[in-house]
């Protein structure tokens, strides 16, 4: 999760100043479960959505059609592909969503310079 937000480098060392978070992020649903509690992809892709994550966060998983779409109904993931999906749908997928999120971010802009200069110029 830190090292996504941009707080450590790859090497898991904090970092003295901040870097731009990561534009995507590609979580595998069973990451650790023999730990306990087990790591889940969607726990993690939970974490980067409270602690602030705004990019892409994509989840690969072999578990049944059943529970892919379980996981697009209630994750905070963006997509879930399964297991096997093809690079190229893999990397479709990327470029969509990060296009989608940097568009939706120069609107957001957009918008608040616009109310900024109202707010100055009247």
Do not use: W, Y
């Not at 996504?4 to 990451?31: F, H, K």
């Amino acid at each position: 999760v830190d090292f996504a937000l941009g707080l450590r480098d790859a090497d898991m060392r904090p970092l003295p100043s901040p870097l731009p978070p990561v534009d995507a992020v590609i979580l595998d649903q069973n990451i650790n479960l023999d730990h306990s509690p087990p790591i889940f992809g969607s726990g993690v892709a939970a974490q980067l959505r409270k602690r602030g994550f705004c990019g892409a966060v994509i989840i690969l998983t072999g578990e049944s059609e059943q529970q892919l779409e379980e996981l697009r109904q209630t994750s905070s993931a963006d997509a879930v592909l399964e297991k096997g999906s093809s690079l190229s749908t893999l990397a479709q997928t990327v470029n969509r969503l990060v296009l989608s999120r940097k568009v939706t971010q120069i609107s957001h802009n957009d918008r608040k310079l616009a109310t900024s200069l109202r707010s100055c110029c009247t």
